[in-house]
């Protein structure tokens, strides 16, 4: 006598595209948890290595830059970053809004425009505007947007060495996204780095102008 065919004996036939029973055993948990936490921490030196030397979003604190940033009590402004390659002289330029150190004090970050480059000659704002500083090689000038902001004209040229990053564009807050407004003073009185004079490593006050001819028509 035959055996007659039973529902978990006979054959079953799947369509394709139709989902087949599992006949393995499923992962250990413990496995599946280990190659999830494997895989996200080798993307952290990768995340390390672009924030610390390619870019990230910062937030702005503080009136140095008023009105540019921070235009009102309300407004926090965050901006995109760029540090690749920005402490060389040739990679900024007059305007570029930096980050950089204190060079009184290495623990604080500002925020600054460059006024004026190596070869330059400025007219600080104050204290004593009757002197001219000469930007030497390797530095530059910088200041704050807002006229009460401590920077070149308190503590002199400042190495590009101290510079950490130029900001790229405000990112935050929605209605403010966009291209750095430009600002701040021309505080350049001659642009020697232009007329091709060699001073190499000269830099430091000047009482007399003498040979050096005023190319702005603008002085403050």
């Known amino acids: 006598m035959s055996e007659v065919p039973t529902a978990s004996s006979t054959q079953r036939f799947y369509y394709p595209f139709q989902r087949v029973p599992q006949l393995t ?8 948890t280990f190659n999830r936490v494997f895989l996200i921490a080798s993307w952290i030196p990768v995340l390390y290595v672009i924030h610390e030397h390619v870019f990230h979003i910062g937030k702005i604190e503080g009136i140095s830059m008023k009105p540019t940033f921070n235009p009102t009590a309300n407004i926090r402004d965050h901006v ?3 540090k690749w390659n920005v402490k060389r002289p040739e ?12 060079p009184i004090n290495p623990e604080l ?25 000469l930007i030497p090689t390797g530095h530059v000038w910088v200041e704050g ?19 950490i990053g130029k900001v790229g564009y405000i990112v935050w807050p929605p209605d403010r996204i966009g291209p750095v407004p430009d600002g701040g003073r021309e505080c350049r009185i001659s642009k020697l780095r232009n007329q091709g004079l060699g001073f190499g490593g000269l830099g430091g006050e000047l009482t007399d102008l003498g040979e050096f001819e005023d190319d702005n028509d603008d002085k403050t």
Do not use: C
């Open 25 to 32: 055993q499923a992962k250990p948990l413990f496995k599946y």
């Open 80 to 82: 995109l970053l760029w």
């Open 91 to 102: 990679t900024l330029k007059q305007n570029d809004v930096v980050f950089l150190r204190s």
């Open 109 to 133: 970050i500002y925020i600054k425009r460059i006024k004026g480059q190596q070869g330059d000659l400025i007219t600080p704002r104050y204290p004593d505007t009757r002197s001219k500083v």
């Open 145 to 163: 947007d807002n006229v009460h902001s401590i920077d070149s004209n308190t503590y002199g040229p400042v190495s590009t060495g101290l510079v």
